[in-house]
């Protein structure tokens, strides 16, 4: 099956979130499963200026380098378009341009693969950057024989992100206006490239079971239920990997002692130097709670602030890392000041102490009100630190009572009803060990959600 993965975004080349992991780690599993795969982003500056990738010119406006054994990574070059230092906006915002530069990518990306002479079974195409290209498959390439039989999917990693356009700005898409209607790419006399996507595509999926239902429902859907709801038997969802290669309580190089199932009594070194790291008192017998997030209201931390003060007079520890908004970071400074010996704060992105909270706390506390996905509670269930989240998105996909502590009606109340359940939980050390051990053993390998994708492609090559 010959695949195409179109993305803004993909690692090892360019990241600002979660879906250049996907972009990264997808192709490579779907090479494991016998897929010819190719992959095709926009040839940012980040891209050019790589110290550690290789990046060849192919021909004017296209650039190439590879990713894994034999996958080649093209790059729709145009320096007017993608010479930048950010991908998507700068400190005053979006690009003004984020139009004209995305959908410059998206009919190259076409025109690339007529070049290439790679005639596609599957186009995969992630979030509104690339979701043109659906729309450009059934309008302008619809009679065009080198993509007769092609199929194109498209992925909704987050749909609050939407690209929204001023009606008058319709013609650069090369379009017939028939096209910007309610059945269209019309909404509220905008342009919604999103909606285009979900649309035209012969499939839609997104990154867990439960946000593929939730985004049918008006309170997630941002305004797109409706639409979701019409095409519904064609909505899927298939939760995103984990890549163990780099995370691994065994093998990750970050953290203080490496263990595994066998050796799960190192995790105890690595709290008691976490503790020290994080100026806290070293108590084996306190539970230490651990977040990595962004400090904003759709990661819980509204309900957080609200509860933060009954929660640091218990008896526990807790350690903060990340950065969002302002008025968060100035509730989460208060509580270190009034609580020293409880809360540690880290307002930074830092990659290590990344690795050293997962491997160091004793639960992970992911409260957030929506989840697409979420990789943090995957991350910390390998490295025996038991997630404790609200039930929602990918959250309800991957954890429940067997390896966490879930809590289902979004409040204050509930987050500390739960994180109360959680510390008489810890104190049962023989059934908190083997909780530890059944989350250990939880697997969310690529390879898993690579066979899914597989029978989606499948899918929609069948019609």
Not at 57 to 72: A, P
Not at 360 to 370: A, E, V
Not at 418 to 429: E, H, N, P, V
């Amino acid at each position: 099956m010959k695949i195409v993965i179109a993305a803004s975004e993909v690692v090892p080349f360019a990241k600002t979130g979660g879906l250049a992991d996907v972009g990264g780690a997808l192709p490579l599993a779907l090479e494991k499963q016998g897929a010819e795969v190719i992959v095709i982003m926009p040839g940012y500056r980040a891209v050019h200026n790589s110290k550690t990738q290789k990046v060849t010119l192919l021909k004017d406006g296209v650039s190439v380098s590879r990713l894994g054994k034999k996958i080649n990574v093209y790059f729709i070059d145009n320096n007017k378009y993608f010479d930048r230092d950010g991908l998507y906006q700068d400190k005053t915002g979006d690009y003004p341009d984020n139009l004209d530069r995305f959908s410059y990518f998206c009919k190259e990306s076409l025109e690339l693969l007529k070049y290439l002479k790679f005639r596609p079974d599957i186009v995969h195409c992630h979030d509104w950057q690339s979701a043109l290209i659906p729309v450009y498959l059934k309008t302008i390439y619809k009679q065009d024989p080198f993509f007769k039989g092609a199929k194109s999917i498209f992925t909704i990693h987050n749909i609050g992100y939407q690209g929204l356009f001023a009606k008058e700005e319709f013609p650069k898409l090369s379009l017939d206006w028939s096209v910007f209607n309610m059945e269209g790419l019309e909404y509220y006399n905008k342009i919604n490239i999103l909606k285009g996507g979900i649309v035209f595509s012969d499939l839609v999926n997104t990154v867990s079971q439960t946000y593929s239902k939730e985004i049918q429902t008006k309170e997630f859907g941002f305004g797109m239920e409706g639409i979701l709801n019409k095409r519904r038997n064609s909505v899927f969802g298939i939760i995103n990997g984990l890549d163990y290669s780099i995370w691994d309580p065994a093998t990750d190089k970050h953290i203080f002692k490496n263990f595994n199932l066998k050796t799960v009594e190192d995790k105890d070194v690595n709290k008691e130097e976490l503790q020290k790291f994080c100026k806290l008192p070293v108590k084996k017998g306190v539970p230490l709670f651990g977040i990595v997030s962004r400090l904003a209201e759709q990661k819980g931390f509204d309900i957080l602030a609200e509860g933060i003060d009954k929660i640091c007079k218990m008896d526990l520890q807790m350690v903060i890392l990340g950065t969002g908004d302002l008025k968060y970071h100035k509730i989460m400074e208060d509580m270190v000041k009034k609580y020293p010996k409880v809360v540690s704060l880290y307002l930074k992105f830092d990659d290590t102490l990344a690795h050293r909270i997962y491997a160091g706390s004793d639960i992970f506390l992911m409260p957030s009100k929506y989840e697409p996905c979420g990789l943090g509670q995957m991350i910390s269930l390998k490295y025996g630190t038991i997630p404790l989240v609200f039930k929602t998105g990918g959250l309800a996909d991957t954890v429940n009572e067997k390896n966490g502590f879930v809590f289902s009606s979004y409040s204050k109340d509930e987050l500390i009803r739960t994180i109360k359940f959680s510390l008489d939980a810890f104190k049962k050390r023989k059934s908190w060990n083997a909780l530890m051990e059944k989350a250990m053993k939880c697997n969310f390998s690529w390879d898993e959600s690579a066979k899914k994708y597989i029978q989606l492609y499948e899918k929609a090559k069948t019609g």
